[in-house]
């Protein structure tokens, strides 16, 4: 999933409503736990617990990709437990407790958060944990299990509210962020399609220039020697372009231009591209060797093969050449070949 499709961002538990209200919430429990807290809160065990349930609360609204990775989330779990034990085993076993066990309250927005993020069996897990930590406790110190419900089940009631909401609107943002990432593919092969279709037209009002201008001079009998050889580039090269298309690309062309001028015979060649002709053929200017979904990965080899062939052709001197693009033992090559029988492979092999 991208950056752009978040779903994090899409609910807006990143951004900055949500550390808007991770300070609150921090803010909040500071006063609570100092106020009305006690002498608890101000002891090192108690100091701990505060830092940790804000550290959690920071954790969950940092900028990361959902779901929230599972390091965080069990970071987060693990400073609730902690600031949950170091409180609970500070306090007397009897008597009401009020504000005294403010962390329990605060795991229930981390929960939440959990949920929200992605990790819903993690805040799940964050509430058994808070519930066995406890029941451990008043199981100890009174020799009651049951009474460390009493501090947790309305938590627990308040979490299964929360989490089902959470639950719900993940489904609904991830059906939107699916949404937003097919609209993105679509508008990439619209975008990529029309430069295609702007590039055959340039090429063809480029043809249309000048093979209209060499027909119209062949017409009129008024062809010199040097616009002949002019006209027979002009045919190479369009023979190229539909020969060897994938390989008429600079510096190639550039190449095989300067040797034809030099007399040389060059042949520009793409085998691959005529065993499965397509209509939606791509840009000139963007190699591809694509005759199949599994060749597309050969486009940066393919770049690299043309300066490879642009640099023979321009060395050959006066030799008639073969620049070809095909298959050898079932991998995609190019091949340079001389008049004399000299011969070499550059692999596309996608190493």
Do not use: K
């Not at 608890?40 to 940790?52: C, E, I, K, Q």
């Not at 007397?92 to 819903?120: H, K, N």
């Not at 298959?327 to 004399?340: K, L, Q």
């Amino acid at each position: 999933m991208t950056p752009r499709t978040d779903v994090a961002r899409l609910l807006g538990a990143t951004g900055p409503g949500a550390w808007a209200l991770a300070a609150l919430y921090g803010v909040t429990y500071v006063v609570i736990g100092f106020w009305s807290g006690g002498e608890y809160t101000r002891t090192p065990l108690g100091l701990t617990g505060l830092a940790l349930m804000i550290a959690a609360a920071v954790i969950l609204v940092l900028p990361q990709l959902s779901p929230l990775p599972r390091l965080a989330a069990a970071g987060v779990v693990a400073a609730s437990v902690i600031a949950v034990a170091a409180g609970l085993w500070q306090l007397e076993p009897d008597g009401w407790r009020g504000w005294v066990t403010w962390y329990i309250g605060a795991t229930s927005y981390l929960s939440f958060t959990l949920a929200l993020r992605g990790r819903f069996w993690w805040g799940v897990g964050q509430q058994l944990a808070l519930t066995a930590v406890a029941v451990h406790w008043t199981g100890t110190t009174t020799g009651d299990p049951l009474r460390g419900l009493e501090l947790v089940y309305h938590q627990l009631i308040l979490f299964g509210a929360g989490a089902f909401c959470a639950v719900g609107l993940r489904r609904t943002a991830d059906r939107i962020a699916a949404f937003q990432e097919t609209r993105l593919r679509r508008e990439a092969a619209e975008g990529a399609r029309s430069a295609a279709d702007e590039e055959r037209a340039r090429e063809l009002r480029g043809i249309r220039d000048s093979a209209g201008t060499a027909l119209a001079r062949i017409a009129a009998g008024t062809v010199t020697d040097e616009e002949r050889r002019e006209h027979l580039l002009l045919e190479a090269e369009l023979r190229d372009r539909i020969r060897g298309r994938d390989l008429a690309i600079a510096p190639l062309t550039d190449a095989a231009r300067n040797a034809r001028r030099r007399g040389s015979a060059v042949a520009l060649l793409d085998d691959l591209r005529s065993d499965t002709p397509s209509s939606d053929t791509p840009s000139s200017d963007t190699p591809t060797a694509s005759t199949s979904p599994a060749d597309a990965p050969l486009g940066d080899r393919l770049r690299e093969a043309i300066g490879w062939a642009a640099d023979r052709v321009a060395g050959s001197g006066g030799s008639d050449v073969t620049v070809r693009l095909t298959r050898a033992d079932g991998e995609p090559v190019v091949t340079f070949a001389t008049a004399d029988g000299g011969a070499e492979t550059f692999s596309l092999r996608v190493r």
